[in-house]
Each structure stands twice: as C-alpha cells, then as structure tokens.
T-cell receptor
C-alpha cells in the first residue's frame, strides 16, 4: 500500500483494542492543537481539537490529552476498528495564522 | 456535493513545463490554503488567502504563484517544473483566517515531474 517505504512510526493494534498515538510539539507558545486522520489517497480529515487551557477533551471514541509541561499530545482511540487504519497527524497553532503539522504516525488495525 | 475539490487528481509532466492545479470550495469559506505533502508524508503550508488576499506566503520558490479569482477558488500555477516539485498538493479551506478554524482538505493532486 501507500505506506510501504515510509519510515513513519507505526502502531499496530488488534481490532477492538484501544490505540494511543503520541505527538511531541515544539512551540511552547502554541495554544491550539488538532488531530487529523489521513486515509490512503485522501486529504487529511479533522478528528478532534483542544485548546491550551484544557488538558483533556473527549469526542466519539476519541480522546485527546494535552500535557503542556512536557509539550506532549496524545490521541486515544477506543475499540479500534479496521476503518481507523490511516496516518494520524497532530498539528499545532502558535505560529501566527498557520498550522504546523507533525510527522505522522501510521495506525494499522489487525482483524 | 464535494466540499473542497481539486483538479486534476493526477498530473504527470516533464521538467521545465508550466502547469496549474485548480481548487474550488462550496462551503462558503473565506480562507483557502495550499499545502505540499512530500514523499515522507510531511505536510507543510505554502500559501493562504483570505477573501482573495494573500495572508501566508511561506518560503516557496517564486516559480509557484497562487491566484484567487474569487473567494471560492484558489489555483496554483507552477512554472519551470523541477524534479523536486513532485509531491501531493492539497488545497484546504476554513471559515476564518485564524489557524484555530477547522480546515477542510481537498482530495489532493499528485504531481509527478519526470
């Protein structure tokens, strides 16, 4: 598939298990963070966001955790499904009007 | 009822040629963006337009020229294409110019320069 040859971090999980994808961001002034999901051959799709005045936010089956002390962001996906297989990106806002994206993590769900 | 559309989806061309990629959004957004995604999946902003006015212009060669005829369209013209321009180019739009506004991405245009 498209991920062959890519040297992104890869997380392989069994269908039904929970997934945790991590991201370290660089700018301590960043005040808004987003997780995007990119399926093969498609554009990135918004999953969930969080502002810097929060440390946790929950959506449907997803939770984002923010630790500003160590500049760390994580995305938790509950009961991972095959349709969750994709590349996941964190993005931070703290550079004016632009988003800066992280390197991406491949999530593979085994049935 | 595609929200953000791009044409073409695939573009294969020779070095030195000039090509354009078109983007249209039907979301009524006033801000549009161009991103470049390289072979390692690294996604980086190139340009942003708000109400047809350029607001972000990253360090991009001046061979790349965005054009916004109206706020629903943002086209990308590339002159004198080079091998290193090969990438997937994504258009996106949002309802405001701030980076805290959710961005909606198009399906991408895979450009291959031979």
């Amino acid at each position: 598939g498209e991920s062959v040859g890519l040297h992104l971090p890869t997380l392989s999980v069994q269908e039904g298990d929970n997934s945790i994808i991590n991201c370290a961001y660089s700018n301590s002034a960043s005040d808004y963070f987003i997780w995007y999901k990119q399926e093969s051959g498609k554009g990135p799709q918004f999953i969930i966001d969080i502002r810097s005045n929060m440390d946790k936010r929950q959506g449907q089956r997803v939770t984002v955790l923010l630790n500003k002390t160590v500049k760390h962001l994580s995305l938790q996906i509950a009961a991972t499904q095959p349709g969750d297989s994709a590349v996941y990106f964190c993005a931070e806002s703290g550079y004016g009007n632009k988003l800066v994206f992280g390197a991406g993590t491949i999530l593979r769900v085994k049935s | 009822d595609t929200a953000v559309s791009q044409t073409p989806k695939y573009l294969v061309t020779q070095m030195g040629n000039d090509k354009s990629i078109k983007c249209e959004q039907n979301l009524g957004h006033d801000t549009m963006y161009w991103y470049k995604q390289d072979s390692k999946k690294f996604l980086k902003i190139m340009f942003s337009y708000n109400n047809k006015e350029l607001i972000i212009n990253e360090t991009v060669p001046n061979r790349f020229s965005p054009k916004s005829p109206d706020k629903a369209h943002l086209n990308l013209h590339i002159n004198s294409l080079e091998l290193g321009d090969s990438a997937v180019y994504f258009c996106a739009s949002s309802s405001g110019g701030g980076s805290w506004n959710e961005q909606f991405f198009g399906p991408g245009t895979r450009l291959t320069v031979l």
